[in-house]
Nanobody, 124 residues
Framework: VQLQASGGGLVQAGVSLRLSCAAS????????MGWFRQAPGKERVFVAA????????YYTDSVKGRFTTSRDNAAITVYLQMNSLKPEDTAVYYC??????????????????WGQGTQVTVSS
């Protein structure tokens, strides 16, 4: 299974970006798909997640109301719509997926598969 993330870039504060992450090899309809980010010199932290069924989403407090995660019906591709971007959103964004749902969605070890990361840089 491979996860391929795309959509990052260099943008000004206040604009939007949409990240995509496509899974090859399987669907995650019974599991969960998530997003983490890692800023320079900092640890990787949870951003958002969505159950493979699509009926629940989860967000870290700092992105609530600005970011939205969704997935396609086949639970193969997950998206992260990022609005009103701020300089503090600058990081490498990683997508992740777990074959089976686990309740602690914010922990990296919940996930079985990881994408390669895509850089998001927000200038002030």
């Amino acid at each position: 299974v491979q996860l391929q993330a795309s959509g990052g870039g260099l943008v000004q504060a206040g604009v939007s970006l949409r990240l995509s992450c496509a899974a090859s090899g399987r669907t995650f309809s019974g599991g969960i798909m998530g997003w983490f980010r890692q800023a320079p010199g900092k640890e990787r932290v949870f951003v958002a997640a969505i159950r493979g069924s699509g009926d629940s989403t989860y967000y870290t407090d700092s992105v609530k109301g600005r970011f939205t995660t969704s997935r396609d019906n086949a639970a193969i591709t997950v998206y992260l719509q990022m609005n009103s971007l701020k300089p503090e959103d600058t990081a490498v964004y990683y997508c992740a997926a777990a074959a089976f749902f686990r309740t602690i969605v914010s922990r990296p070890d919940t996930y079985d598969y990881w994408g390669q990361g895509t850089q998001v840089t927000v200038s002030s």
